[in-house]
């Protein structure tokens, strides 16, 4: 099976419902915008723009995962944080991470079977274990990233995760291959479904305004090395627990973002956008997500 872009966000809004002027996916979320300085250690790492040192301008995106704007915050659910970098001379560079450290399917076809074989009775009885026949990897991840699908506290004390594997590229020509993760200054204990239910239906937004009402909200990025041998191309596959790890920068948001996403104005947060020093690696998913997110535009805009 090959799926087209039309067919990927076909399922998602079979699955989710079709809600017009939202995202297909991650559909609930709350603009802010703030500042991201890259520390002493990015920039002998990369030439990326934004990784030297200098404060950039940032706007990011916490959300839910679902397609479905009218969704819970206490339901289970990936969380998202998509941050975009305004650079110097007026490009643009974008992070996109998720609560979930890997990506369910190894590519995208395998996503778009698994929301096709959702359901309730003999139909999605069958269908899931040929699913999970043909992509293996899903048995094998279901169970590990079932945890992050739990609520956090708060967007601001959940850790995010890249997934995909990007080749960093310093000022001498030397390569190498990182994944990204957002570390929350905040810490907090984990929270069971029930009290998370009982905080309501839009707890994590409400936190949201209450944390920003006494001060900025921080994440670190840290840089997680790969070595040979490492998949660089399977966003579904961990990279061994002991790669160095490297932290890069810290990102401040200090308030909502009330002047993006208004009177038609549609703001994408897509991982390919990278910039001089950053290249994208030949993982299906991240390469099919651009195409994903055309499509899921033109069904906003329309």
Same mark, same amino acid.
């Given at each position: 099976?090959?799926?087209?872009?039309?067919?990927?966000?076909?399922?998602?809004?079979?699955?989710?419902?079709?809600?017009?002027?939202?995202?297909?996916?991650?559909?609930?979320?709350? =603009?802010?915008?703030?500042?991201?300085?890259?520390?002493?250690?990015?920039?002998?790492?990369?030439?990326?723009?934004?990784?030297?040192?200098?404060?950039?301008?940032?706007?990011?995106?916490?959300?839910?995962?679902?397609?479905?704007?009218?969704?819970?915050?206490?339901?289970?659910?990936?969380?998202?944080?998509?941050?975009?970098?305004?650079?110097?001379?007026?490009?643009?560079?974008?992070?996109?991470?998720?609560?979930?450290?890997?990506?369910?399917?190894?590519?995208?076809?395998?996503?778009?079977?698994?929301?096709?074989?959702?359901?309730?009775?003999? &139909?999605?009885?069958?269908?899931?274990?040929?699913?999970?026949?043909?992509?293996?990897?899903?048995?094998?991840? &279901?169970?590990?990233?079932?945890?992050?699908?739990?609520?956090?506290?708060?967007? &601001? &004390?959940?850790?995010?995760?890249?997934?995909?594997?990007?080749?960093?590229?310093?000022?001498?020509?030397?390569?190498?291959?990182?994944?990204?993760?957002?570390?929350?200054?905040?810490?907090?204990?984990?929270?069971?479904?029930?009290?998370?239910?009982?905080?309501?239906?839009?707890?994590?937004?409400?936190? =949201?305004?209450?944390?920003?009402?006494?001060?900025?909200?921080?994440?670190?990025?840290?840089?997680?090395?790969?070595?040979?041998?490492?998949?660089?191309?399977?966003?579904?596959?961990?990279?061994?627990?002991?790669?160095?790890?490297?932290?890069?920068?810290?990102?401040? =948001?200090?308030?909502?973002?009330?002047?993006?996403?208004?009177?038609?104005?549609?703001?994408?947060?897509?991982?390919?956008?990278?910039?001089?020093?950053?290249?994208?690696?030949?993982?299906?998913?991240?390469?099919?997500?651009?195409?994903?997110?055309?499509?899921?535009?033109? =069904?906003?805009?329309?």
């Amino acid at each position: 099976m090959t799926v087209d872009p039309k067919q990927a966000i076909a399922a998602i809004n079979s699955y989710f419902g079709s809600h017009p002027g939202f995202r297909a996916l991650h559909a609930k979320g709350t =603009l802010l915008k703030g500042t991201f300085t890259a520390g002493s250690e990015a920039a002998s790492l990369t030439m990326a723009a934004h990784m030297q040192g200098d404060a950039v301008a940032v706007t990011a995106r916490l959300s839910n995962g679902s397609g479905n704007p009218d969704h819970p915050d206490y339901a289970p659910d990936p969380r998202g944080l998509a941050v975009k970098f305004y650079l110097p001379g007026g490009s643009r560079t974008d992070i996109v991470a998720v609560t979930t450290p890997r990506f369910i399917s190894r590519t995208p076809e395998g996503f778009v079977e698994l929301l096709a074989a959702q359901g309730s009775g003999i &139909a999605a009885a069958w269908k899931l274990p040929l699913v999970f026949a043909r992509h293996p990897e899903m048995v094998r991840n &279901a169970p590990a990233l079932a945890p992050s699908l739990r609520p956090p506290p708060s967007y &601001a &004390a959940a850790t995010y995760h890249g997934q995909h594997a990007f080749k960093w590229i310093d000022s001498g020509g030397g390569e190498r291959f990182v994944r990204y993760t957002w570390l929350p200054e905040a810490t907090e204990p984990r929270i069971s479904m029930r009290e998370a239910r009982a905080r309501g239906r839009d707890f994590l937004r409400d936190d =949201l305004a209450r944390r920003l009402e006494r001060g900025p909200i921080r994440f670190t990025l840290e840089l997680q090395l790969a070595a040979p041998g490492d998949p660089l191309e399977d966003a579904s596959a961990a990279w061994p627990n002991a790669r160095q790890r490297v932290r890069v920068g810290s990102l401040e =948001l200090t308030d909502h973002e009330t002047g993006r996403e208004t009177g038609g104005d549609v703001l994408v947060f897509d991982p390919t956008r990278v910039t001089d020093g950053i290249e994208c690696s030949n993982d299906p998913v991240l390469q099919f997500r651009p195409k994903a997110y055309s499509e899921s535009v033109a =069904l906003r805009t329309s």
